[in-house]
């Protein structure tokens, strides 16, 4: 199992239950969850192999921004 984390800027549970059908209908993804106590609002996705470009196609598509936390550390260093 593989996991990935992006920062979004999906701030409560109304903005959840709005991103929610979107995730859920990523195939290969088992679990997901939205940190939103954290200043990043880190949604962790795990999965057998992770297609990044869709995760963050699905958060789009819900009407948020999502950008995957790795690529995050590229950018500051």
């Keep these: 199992m593989k996991k990935a984390v992006y ?4 701030n409560c ?3 959840l239950s709005t991103v929610t ?3 859920d209908a990523l195939k290969d993804v088992s679990e997901w ?3 939103l106590s954290s200043k990043d609002r880190l949604l ?5 192999n992770i297609d ?6 699905a958060v789009d598509q819900a009407g948020f921004k ?3 936390k790795e690529s ?6």
């Design 66 to 68: 999502a950008d995957k």
């Design 21 to 23: 059908p979107f995730l």
């Design 52 to 57: 990044s470009d869709a995760v963050i196609k």
């Design 44 to 48: 962790t996705v795990k999965a057998e």
């Design 33 to 35: 969850s939205v940190d």
């Design 13 to 15: 549970g109304n903005c």
């Design 7 to 10: 920062k979004t800027n999906i």
């Design 72 to 77: 995050l550390f590229g950018k500051l260093f």
